[in-house]
Every structure is written in structure tokens, then in C-alpha cells.
């Protein structure tokens, strides 16, 4: 079951407004899905937003590696975790685990960690319900539409 939260329609110039609209939307939630086609924006999307975050690594996308952690401060003085999953390069869900991808959900499951995770259809299994799904499509050039829906409750 799905519960549509917030729809954002933004471009490149408009891409900080768009984290900002998105993470006042979805900032009580831990595990987030990006789905969208190859070159629709989810690695710069997360960038933006962890801009917004104030977080004080460099963010870059986690093909190669799988998993990027990166680490901020939030308004209440509190460091923060958040694991940025990419599971473009994986087989399956074994492959997953094999890799502590299952740690990394389960850290933000239990609220020790925030997950952004790339390509989610291809280790579905370790999303445990509820999760934030966003699913960014391209009906321009230089448009995005992001769809954000709550999954599981």
C-alpha cells in the first residue's frame, strides 16, 4: 500500500528549493528509495540534499563503491549517519547482503542511520516496510518530477 506525501516538479536551477520542500516533507523517515532511469538525477538529487544538510563529506556517487557514508549535524546539535547505497551493480539480494547492504537499512531501521539508496528494485528484499519511495522521471530536457510516496503503512 502506498500514501502519496509530496509531488516536486524542479530543474537544476531549482534543485535546492526542491530539497529543502522534500526534506521538511520526509525528515521523521530513515529509509528512502530513489527509482528513475539512468540520468534522471537521483545521485545529483541526493547531493543537493545532503547540501542541505550541511554534510561535511564529499558526496559522490557510490557505483564503485556501493556504499558511501556521510555524516552532519542536524538542528538539535546531534550527528547523523546517512548511508548512501548504490545497487545498480548488484545481481541480487544475496549479493546485498554479502555486501552489509542489510546493516546499512537496518542501522536506519532502528534509527541510528538515515539510508539514501539508489536502485532499489534490485535488492527489494532488504526494504523493510515502511519506506519512503521517490521516483524521479524526466518530461523535459532539463525537468524532473519527483514523486514521493510512503510504501508499506
Not at 538542528?75 to 545481481?91: E, M, P, Q, S, V
Request: charged residues 20%.
Amino acid at each position: 500500500m502506498e500514501r502519496p506525501l509530496i509531488t516536486l516538479s524542479y530543474s537544476l536551477e531549482t534543485i535546492d528549493e526542491a530539497a529543502k520542500q522534500f526534506w521538511a516533507a520526509v525528515q521523521h523517515y530513515r529509509v528512502f528509495a530513489f527509482s528513475g532511469e539512468m540520468g534522471a538525477g537521483k545521485t545529483t538529487f541526493i547531493h543537493h540534499l545532503c547540501d542541505h544538510l550541511h554534510v561535511t563529506d564529499t558526496v559522490s556517487s557510490p557505483t564503485f563503491a556501493l556504499i558511501n557514508e556521510y555524516h552532519y549535524t542536524d538542528a538539535k546539535g546531534t550527528g547523523n549517519i546517512i548511508y548512501h547505497l548504490d545497487w545498480f551493480r548488484l545481481r541480487d539480494s544475496e549479493e546485498a547482503f554479502n555486501a552489509g547492504m542489510d546493516e546499512c537499512v537496518d542501522a536506519a531501521r532502528t534509527g541510528q542511520a538515515t539510508c539514501f539508496i539508489e536502485w532499489p528494485e534490485k535488492a527489494e528484499e532488504l526494504l523493510q516496510l515502511p519506506y519512503i519511495h521517490v521516483r524521479i522521471s524526466t518530461p523535459g530536457i532539463t525537468e524532473r518530477l519527483m514523486e514521493v510516496v510512503l510504501t508499506g503503512q
